[in-house]
């Protein structure tokens, strides 16, 4: 297991977390609040943050640490685990963790109006 010196900022491999989600269950088109709980999950196994500091005003970069290689661990996380594409121009808009999760159910429902 990583110390917490170890986390993002050890220049680990992206598939470091991909290989570790291998064995969860894609959820691309399942309950809306599983999809948020997996990002949550998603976001703690990237950052080695405590899963306290997983919420929607906390800052990706700022608050729990994730760094340019995390951005892109996000979208192969969020294709093989939520099945999911996240454009690489979506996903460096992302300045929250509420930034995706809004991102998230805006796929669930494309008509719905995002604050």
Known sequence: MPSSSEHNRSGASPMRSSSSTAHQPAIGSGDPEARL???????????????????PEARLIDDIGIDSLGFYEI???????????????ELLKFRTVGDIQAYLRHLENPDAQTS
Request: hydrophobic content about 40%; proline content about 6%; charged content about 30%.
């Open 37 to 55: 709980h997996q990002l949550e999950l998603i976001l703690q196994r990237i950052s080695g943050a405590d899963p306290a500091q997983i919420r």
């Open 75 to 89: 979208l192969i996380e969020a294709d093989e685990c939520l099945g999911i594409k996240i454009p690489e121009e």
